[in-house]
């Protein structure tokens, strides 16, 4: 089960990590509304630029602590239930301007998988 455990919190903590550190200004297929990019995705939830930079800071710095968790298990609770509340949020916005369920499955797997590592 520790395995296990150690490849959720690398595969959440660096693809979190990947999407707003490497790919912030990239377009994929799950961003929100026709979004190209985060700084418009949170346009298209109706959000501010400056809620963009606090959510974008949570979820870096709770992947870090995630990954973190690792080695320090005392982050762990706090990393994962972060994760999964914002994820959470994510899952909540994709739905709130209408787009299909595929756009929300990214967010909707992390927020399982956070959910995974604290209850195990």
């Known amino acids: ?54 959510i974008g800071t949570l979820k870096v710095a709770l992947s870090i602590l995630l990954i973190a968790s690792i080695w320090y298990p005392s982050f762990e609770t706090y990393a994962a239930l972060g994760i999964a509340f914002l994820m959470a949020g994510a899952v909540t916005m994709h739905f709130k301007i209408g787009d299909p369920i595929k756009k929300a499955f990214p967010a909707a797997l992390f927020m399982t998988l956070s959910l995974i590592i604290y209850f195990i």
């Open 1 to 54: 089960m520790l395995y296990l455990e150690i490849v959720l919190k690398l595969v959440i903590g660096l693809s979190i990590l990947n999407v707003w550190l490497l790919r912030s200004k990239k377009s994929t297929q799950y961003r929100g509304g026709s979004a190209s990019n985060i700084k418009e995705e949170f346009q298209a939830y109706g959000l501010p630029s400056w809620f963009m930079v606090i």
